[in-house]
């Protein structure tokens, strides 16, 4: 994976003479990155230059007065490496070292002082990484809390995570799918604790080598894996919105790597939402529809992982991990309805709905690299997803004004189970040793299978009598196959251009048996999605990046959209789901730039246009009797056109600050419908921490998104705010840890308005957001400094979710 440009140290600007080189691990003839090259004094032994080494091991270091110096290597993991009596002569000259050799070292990190901090902020080649082990406010939180604070995404107080305006986005966790993802992205993130966040990547461009789906890009949230040796650690935390308990374990001796983690967790949070509905006739009011909801929403969740992985030799690695976790969820609700009309009616129902969730996810991956060159490698790999779902509620329902006769009853039970098989094999030539000019090729193939079976019944007149109602029982088995092939050639010039070009092509099937609506339904396409990347880097340390970037995506629907089942769980307003819907297409076009300062300031600043034809919308029309319905259709076509502005600074050493800006111009146009809908947006967040005496430190955080456009209205901005304070105890390896999420408000309201032929809407919606949590960790155990390999994995980036 690309590295982030070199960052050169604060020397004087008079130097003109450079040092150049290339940093190689000595026993895998492997680039060393972010290796720290030091130039000394020899007679005062102090640092008058340095920098640090680029992804393909070369360093510059630049501006050196003509003199004798000394040149100290050094990265965790490596014996230091010195160079004596480096002479510089006269102004403009270039000492070339070549290429350096550096050795395994197997001292622990006690022994290792680290002088040089990861930023809170990388901006890497194709990607920008948020390094979440770096913000304390997160400790105690989830993934939820940790995406609030990575540049370019927005996370509404419903849990809906959007990627520069939009939700077309892939989550991976560890560069694959996992199957917690597969039923609610939104309470998938909850189950996941924040301390075991190392970082968060968001790919707004994926390459060829990326699959298709997810129109506005990936996001792949990469947990901690620790270095030889063993440690472990345990962490709790107490709030009043939710508890968590947890711990992991790391083994690596020699050849043997074993990790693992596990714990649980409770939640507890309330809300509601009020709507007011005008049924228009002939654009005339013909009724109105007023609800008033309120719930409370109980959870509990345990969570678990292992992962072994074993070094064949120095070229071959093997490995196995498994994934698992389970939650279960009790929310009890009340809905008053009240419609004016020719047949008035009022009734308020009682709403108990309990849901149980088990996932599990097995990979097996096996990794050879080749003595030819470091960079050519072949994988395969496999992997098992599983997910089985088990929900039920019953209501009664009461007239209004509400007396002790429950006129109707209702219950349901349903059962779903999700698997999914994929193969996989990617292969990476370089076709060039010296020169970097790189093939990538690969072929995947996904198999998915998913059946659900629900059962309702009813009772009449508030009897016991149950009787099962066939009308609205859904039974359906879906099957999709997925092959999808790539090929992808990237090369850098002598000039630092980069290019980067490639192409994949998908073929897709589905078979689907709706059973209780005897519908079926078989679907073929194929598609081929072009990927083209031109880079320049500019200054001397490459500190300066120019990007453009065009690619083709595809979204295809997910049984979420596809199910033709008619929910009537609130019979004003019933939902369903269309199995005829197409895929979504999206072109993008991408301008960045990029630039770092001596002093740690990074700016990431980006310009883009994105366009998806048959986009996927939810459509609301009311009928003569004033009830709503909501399915999906192709009948749009979306664009948004916007700038994204990323910085961070280090005003002093004991102070970082970052922020982020974005503006957007959204038009969503559906010529089925006669409708367009467009305005301006914007968000921006700000993130500032202080390092105090006596190991404290203050970290405050906040963010803002203006209101946003839907297809038939719009709903208002929302925002957020923390402050977090940290003690830590370095003798005894313990961390405390105080977040005030949102404390001088309990609530957040969003206002939503529907304005259409058929019927006009007022509606809000709240859920509590103040929260107080008080975080342990407490660590054990002692790392060796010991290399490293990237371990392979499957990543799905494929189905758009409700």
Do not use: C
């Not at 560069?175 to 924040?194: D, V, W, Y």
């Not at 690299?369 to 050519?376: A, G, L, N």
């Not at 660590?779 to 290399?787: I, L, P, S, T, V």
């Amino acid at each position: 994976m690309p590295s982030t440009p070199p960052i050169q140290a604060n020397i004087k600007a008079s130097l003109k003479a450079k040092i150049t080189g290339t940093v190689m691990d000595a026993s895998q003839n492997k680039p060393v990155e972010f290796a720290t090259v030091a130039l000394l004094n020899p007679n005062t032994e102090k640092i008058v230059g340095g920098t640090t080494t680029g992804d393909n091991g070369q360093f510059v270091i630049s501006g050196v007065d003509a003199g004798s110096y000394r040149v100290v290597i050094s990265f965790i993991g490596y014996e230091n490496k010195t160079i004596n009596n480096v002479t510089v002569g006269q102004e403009g000259t270039e000492v070339a070292l070549g290429i350096v050799q550096m050795q395994t070292d197997s001292r622990t990190l006690n022994e290792v002082v680290v002088t040089a901090e990861k930023p809170l902020v990388e901006d890497k080649d194709d990607r920008i990484v948020y390094n979440a082990d770096k913000d304390l406010t997160n400790t105690g939180g989830t993934a939820v809390d940790v995406l609030k604070k990575v540049p370019l995404l927005t996370v509404d107080p419903d849990g809906t995570v959007t990627l520069k305006g939009s939700s077309s986005i892939k989550v991976l966790i560890n560069n694959k799918p996992s199957s917690i993802m597969a039923r609610s992205l939104s309470e998938a993130l909850q189950m996941i604790p924040a301390e075991l966040i190392k970082s968060v990547e968001v790919i707004t461009a994926p390459s060829a080598k990326y699959d298709s789906e997810g129109t506005a890009g990936v996001i792949n949230i990469i947990t901690k894996n620790q270095l030889q040796g063993l440690t472990g650690g345990l962490n709790a935390s107490v709030g009043s919105r939710r508890n968590n308990l947890g711990g992991n374990f790391n083994l690596k001796r020699d050849k043997l790597s074993v990790t693992a983690y596990g714990g649980g967790n409770n939640s507890n949070y309330f809300g509601g939402s009020e709507s007011f509905r005008q049924n228009l006739r002939g654009g005339q009011v013909a009724s109105t529809i007023e609800q008033i909801n309120a719930y409370k929403n109980k959870g509990q969740a345990g969570f678990g992982s292992v992962s072994i992985d074993y070094d064949l030799d120095t070229l071959n690695r093997i490995g196995i991990d498994a994934n698992f976790g389970g939650e279960g969820r009790t929310t009890n609700s009340t809905r008053d309805t009240r419609v004016t009309s020719d047949d008035p009616q009022d009734f308020r129902r009682y709403n108990n709905t309990r849901n149980r969730n088990r996932n599990m996810d097995v990979n097996f991956n096996y990794t050879k690299t080749f003595k030819r060159s470091s960079e050519q490698e072949y994988t395969f790999l496999a992997q098992y997803n599983r997910n089985n779902n088990h929900s039920n509620y019953s209501l009664n329902q009461f007239p209004l004004p509400e007396s002790e006769v429950i006129d109707y009853r209702e219950r349901n039970n349903n059962d779903n189970q999700q698997n999914e098989f994929t193969l996989q094999t990617d292969l990476t030539y370089p076709l060039s040793t010296v020169k970097r000019r790189i093939l990538e090729v690969g072929t995947k193939a996904i198999l998915r299978d998913v059946g659900s079976e629900y059962r309702l019944e009813n009772a009449r007149d508030g009897s016991l009598d149950f009787q099962e109602d066939p009308r609205r029982a859904n039974t359906f088995d879906y099957q999709q196959w997925v092959w999808s092939s790539y090929a992808s050639f990237r090369m850098r010039t002598s000039k630092r251009w980069g290019f980067s070009l490639g192409g994949r092509l998908e073929m897709t099937n589905i078979n689907a048996n709706f059973i209780s609506t005897s519908t079926k339904f078989n679907d073929r396409y194929q598609n081929f999605l072009p990927n083209i990347t031109v880079m320049k880097r500019f200054g001397s340390g490459e500190e300066r990046r120019l990007k453009i970037n065009y690619s083709q995506r595809i979204q295809r629907p997910s049984i979420f959209y596809l199910n033709p089942y008619v929910n009537y769980s609130d019979p004003k307003n019933i939902q369903s789901g269309n199995p005829y819907l197409d895929p979504e297409l999206a072109h993008s076009v991408e301008l960045t730039y990029s630039t770092f300062s001596k002093k740690g300031t990074s700016i990431n600043a980006m310009i883009f246009g994105r366009q998806t034809n048959n986009a996927i919308e939810r459509v609301t029309t009311v009928d003569t009797s004033g009830v709503s319905s909501s399915t999906y259709r192709n009948i749009a076509q979306n664009a948004t056109y916007g700038l994204n502005l990323f910085g961070s600074a280090r005003p002093v050493k004991q102070w970082n600050i970052s922020g982020s800006f974005g503006l957007n111009y959204n038009i969503l146009n559906s010529t089925a419908l006669q409708v367009k809908n467009e305005n301006w947006s914007y968000r921006f967040n700000l993130n500032t921490w202080v390092q105090l005496p006596n190991n404290f430190s203050v970290q405050a955080n906040g963010s803002y998104n203006s209101r946003r456009i839907l297809l038939q209205g719009q709903s208002s901005g929302f925002y957020y705010y923390g402050f977090s304070g940290r003690k830590e105890f370095k003798k005894q390896k313990v961390t405390l840890t105080a977040n005030f999420e949102n404390p001088f408000r309990r609530d957040n309201t969003i206002e939503t308005l529907m304005r259409t032929a058929t019927f006009i809407s007022d509606g809000s919606s709240y859920n509590v957001i103040r929260n107080i949590r008080l975080s342990v960790n407490w660590r054990f155990g002692k790392m060796n400094a010991g290399q490293n390999r990237e371990k392979k994995k499957i990543s799905n980036d494929d189905g758009k979710r409700g």
